[in-house]
């Protein structure tokens, strides 16, 4: 057990109050209905107790980017959870995901991954695509130019659906620099559903944006985004691992 004070949890839900008010504050801007927007806790790194805690104050959304640590802490937390993996995932790890039962994959991007998280699931595997706008191939992503035939792909695996695209902007301490990458994919998610259209594909499903971190999720938000990740904002800076 980590060392969990009374004030901890003080800070923290009063760090939820303050990242809800601006979500909403977002939302008037952009005209838009403060449920039309999912608050995913992201909270690699930090202890189950912190967890918890924002669990009591209504969250029911968290984000793991690691298999292993989000397998631990799972255990000690509530089963009505919803678990978005969001880190990058490795194929051999994809039947954990599957068999834990994470809601949204937002970190799809390529086939050999597909095809594991397909062979190990009896029920459809809700994914994103992650979508690498940037061009900064370390963040991982499809490049935009293969988008919409990765897409045909996934339409080959029955147990894949698709519900939206994901994106990561390179990191700029000014969240407006993040705007054109949130139009664009924006713009991505709009090409994907048209393709649809015109091939008789359900698009029902199809409209989940998650993008938008601490630095820049109001600016997502005004872009439209249906999904914010944030950690830092509500839980405080990471230990560097
Ligand atoms: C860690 C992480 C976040 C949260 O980042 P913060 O800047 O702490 O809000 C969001 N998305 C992904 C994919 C991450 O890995």
């Given at each position: 057990?980590?060392?969990?004070?009374?004030e901890?949890?003080?800070e923290?839900?009063q760090?939820?109050?303050s990242?809800r008010?601006r979500?909403?504050?977002a939302?008037e801007?952009?005209?838009?209905?403060?449920d039309?927007?999912?608050l995913?806790?992201v909270?690699k790194t930090?202890p189950?107790?912190?967890l918890?805690?924002?669990y009591?104050e209504?969250v029911?959304?968290f984000g793991?980017?690691?298999?292993?640590?989000?397998?631990?802490?799972?255990?000690?937390?509530p089963e009505d959870i919803?678990?978005?993996?969001i880190?990058?995932?490795?194929s051999n790890?994809?039947?954990f995901?599957?068999e834990e039962?994470v809601?949204?994959?937002?970190?799809?991007?390529?086939?050999?991954l597909?095809k594991?998280?397909a062979?190990?699931?009896?029920e459809?595997?809700?994914?994103?695509?992650q979508?690498d706008?940037s061009?900064e191939?370390?963040k991982g992503?499809v490049?935009?130019g293969?988008?919409?035939?990765?897409?045909d792909?996934?339409?080959?695996?029955p147990d894949?659906?698709?519900?939206?695209?994901?994106?990561?902007?390179?990191?700029?301490?000014?969240g407006e620099?993040s705007r054109?990458?949130f139009k664009?994919l924006n713009?991505?998610?709009?090409d994907v559903r048209?393709h649809?259209?015109t091939h008789?594909?359900?698009?029902?499903?199809?409209?989940i944006?998650s993008?938008g971190m601490?630095h820049?999720?109001?600016v997502?938000?005004?872009?439209g985004a249906?999904?914010?990740?944030v950690g830092t904002?509500?839980?405080?800076?990471?230990?560097?691992?």
């Amino acid at each position: 057990m980590s060392d969990f004070s009374a004030e901890d949890k003080e800070e923290l839900k009063q760090r939820l109050k303050s990242v809800r008010r601006r979500v909403a504050r977002a939302c008037e801007r952009a005209g838009r209905e403060p449920d039309e927007v999912c608050l995913i806790a992201v909270s690699k790194t930090h202890p189950v107790e912190a967890l918890a805690v924002l669990y009591e104050e209504g969250v029911r959304d968290f984000g793991e980017s690691y298999v292993q640590e989000w397998l631990e802490k799972k255990q000690g937390l509530p089963e009505d959870i919803r678990w978005h993996f969001i880190g990058r995932l490795q194929s051999n790890k994809a039947r954990f995901v599957v068999e834990e039962g994470v809601a949204l994959v937002h970190s799809l991007d390529r086939r050999s991954l597909a095809k594991s998280l397909a062979r190990r699931s009896d029920e459809p595997v809700d994914v994103l695509i992650q979508v690498d706008i940037s061009g900064e191939e370390t963040k991982g992503g499809v490049p935009e130019g293969e988008l919409l035939t990765f897409f045909d792909y996934l339409q080959t695996l029955p147990d894949i659906r698709v519900r939206g695209l994901m994106t990561m902007p390179p990191y700029a301490d000014d969240g407006e620099e993040s705007r054109p990458y949130f139009k664009r994919l924006n713009v991505l998610l709009e090409d994907v559903r048209r393709h649809c259209a015109t091939h008789q594909l359900s698009r029902d499903s199809l409209k989940i944006l998650s993008m938008g971190m601490t630095h820049d999720f109001e600016v997502a938000i005004e872009e439209g985004a249906t999904d914010v990740r944030v950690g830092t904002a509500l839980f405080g800076e990471r230990k560097s691992q």
